[in-house]
């Protein structure tokens, strides 16, 4: 049984298959249709809403199509615009009185400072989390950090017994491995792996420095349908380059080059991580970056 009330929606007409009832946040609701734009009148849409005493009384929303609007009972002057992407995030936390509309407007001006700053540092080095400078040509690995680290300490000690010192290393960690499972000609790509790993090192040509895979070079395929990152033999031009930017905790995150919107990783299995530029509104917005320690090897 749904213990939380339902928010009231007024939605008009004519975009009304939008409102499809697929998920939690459609299903709990309070429907009313209006016919056109000049139907909309929010304050008595509010009215509407404090009769109702059974919905969620602070706030209701205005769906257009895909386009919805978060409005304040009390003050509807003070509302809110999303994408259709957002919805269920938004919608569901209003209802449960979780979130606000002035915190979802904070959280539009913390957006600019989470994404990435296209700027180059001059005299760029590739750095270790120590600090130390990594040669080109020098082996390392790249693993990815995300929260089931928080548990390496309370594994099964049955887990690791009669682990090798280089098998302890990559136990119970996550590594940027490549994907070399397919047949059709083309490059291979990035991917996330379980307790195994790929060697990678750098090199600087024209004080750029490029990420490389056996001899092959990190890309982005700016023509291709995919925003994964490729190991190609061609050193990339400009608008293929991969941009390493250095985390407060001196770990890495990679963008394209200028480009704002950083590398995630999506564990889609247990043990295979799909990576690439990941720009849904979601992630830019609630996601957190791929974030790669550099391991020496």
């Known amino acids: 049984m749904n213990e939380q009330k339902p928010i009231h929606y007024f939605v008009c007409s004519k975009g009304s298959d939008s409102l499809g009832l697929t998920n939690a946040t459609e299903d709990n609701t309070i429907v009313e249709y209006f016919d056109s734009e000049e139907d909309v009148d929010l304050a008595k849409f509010a009215k509407i809403v404090k009769s109702k005493p059974n919905c969620v009384q602070k706030h209701f929303i205005v769906n257009k199509g895909d386009d919805y609007c978060a409005v304040e009972?009390?003050?509807?002057?003070?509302?809110?615009?999303f994408s259709v992407r957002l919805k269920y995030r938004?919608?569901?936390?209003?209802?449960?009185?979780?979130?606000?509309?002035?915190?979802?407007?904070?959280?539009?001006?913390r957006l600019e400072n989470k994404l990435a700053k296209?700027?180059?540092?001059?005299?760029?080095?590739?750095?270790?989390?120590?600090?130390e400078i990594i040669p080109d040509g020098i082996k390392f690995a790249l693993q990815i950090l995300r929260d089931r680290e928080e548990d390496e300490n309370d594994e099964d000690e049955d887990e690791t017994e009669g682990l090798s010192k280089e098998e302890l290393l990559y136990h119970n960690k996550d590594?940027?491995?490549?994907?070399?499972?397919?047949?059709?000609?083309?490059?291979h790509f990035l991917c996330g792996n379980v307790d195994y790993h790929n060697s990678f090192e750098c090199e600087t040509i024209d004080d750029i420095v490029y990420l490389k895979h056996d001899g092959r070079y990190f890309y982005f395929d700016?023509?291709?349908?995919?925003?994964?990152?490729?190991?190609?033999?061609?050193?990339?031009?400009?608008?293929?380059?991969v941009q390493i930017h250095y985390t407060d905790d001196s770990n890495i995150c990679l963008t394209g080059w200028g480009g704002r919107v950083y590398v995630a990783c999506e564990w889609v299995k247990c043990s295979y991580g799909a990576i690439g530029l990941d720009n849904?509104?979601?992630?830019?917005?609630?996601?957190?970056?791929?974030?790669?320690?550099?391991?020496?090897?």
């Open 175 to 187: 590594w940027i491995g490549v994907n070399s499972f397919m047949n059709d000609g083309k490059d």
């Open 118 to 131: 296209p700027e180059r540092q001059p005299g760029f080095k590739l750095r270790d989390a120590d600090g």
């Open 222 to 241: 700016i023509d291709g349908e995919t925003n994964d990152i490729f190991i190609g033999k061609a050193v990339p031009a400009k608008d293929q380059r």
């Open 280 to 297: 849904r509104e979601e992630q830019l917005r609630w996601g957190s970056p791929m974030k790669l320690r550099i391991v020496r090897l």
């Open 73 to 81: 009972t009390d003050s509807v002057k003070n509302s809110y615009v």
């Open 90 to 109: 938004i919608v569901s936390t209003l209802a449960a009185g979780t979130a606000t509309i002035e915190s979802f407007i904070e959280e539009d001006k």
